[in-house]
Nanobody
Framework: EVQLVESGGGLVQAGGSLNLSCAAS????????IGWFRQAPGKEREGVSL????????FYANSVKGRFTVSSDSAERTVYLQIHSLKPEDTDVYYC????????????????WGQGTQVAVTS
């Protein structure tokens, strides 16, 4: 059974930092790209970042570039998303997903999804 479990969300003040984790099991971790997505109530889910575990290449949405950093620990089968300089508009449920995207953050190419972790940023 494939499982992706996000953790590390919480309530933080604007300007602060969070470190999110995505722990994977039941899949050949090194074969996959792991994407991060986020969604606020009443809004569409949007792509945030991805990392290809095969070669370590990364991609960031323009909205988070320079503030978010994605990394991967193959031994732990865990992908991390470091978030700095948090803004109130970063308040979302953050999801990780595993797949083989043909273009970055194309959601239909991610076959496995976690349940999400809540990030809330106060001003």
């Amino acid at each position: 059974e494939v499982q992706l479990v996000e953790s590390g969300g919480g309530l933080v003040q604007a300007g602060g930092s969070l470190n999110l984790s995505c722990a994977a099991s039941g899949l050949f971790f090194d074969n996959y790209a792991i994407g991060w997505f986020r969604q606020a109530p009443g809004k569409e889910r949007e792509g945030v970042s991805l990392i290809k575990n095969s070669d370590g290449t990364t991609f960031y949405a323009n909205s988070v570039k320079g503030r978010f950093t994605v990394s991967s620990d193959s031994a732990e089968r865990t992908v991390y998303l470091q978030i700095h300089s948090l803004k109130p508009e970063d308040t979302d449920v953050y999801y990780c997903a595993a797949g083989f995207p043909t273009i970055p953050l194309l959601q239909k190419k991610y076959g496995y999804w976690g349940q999400g972790t809540q990030v809330a940023v106060t001003s």
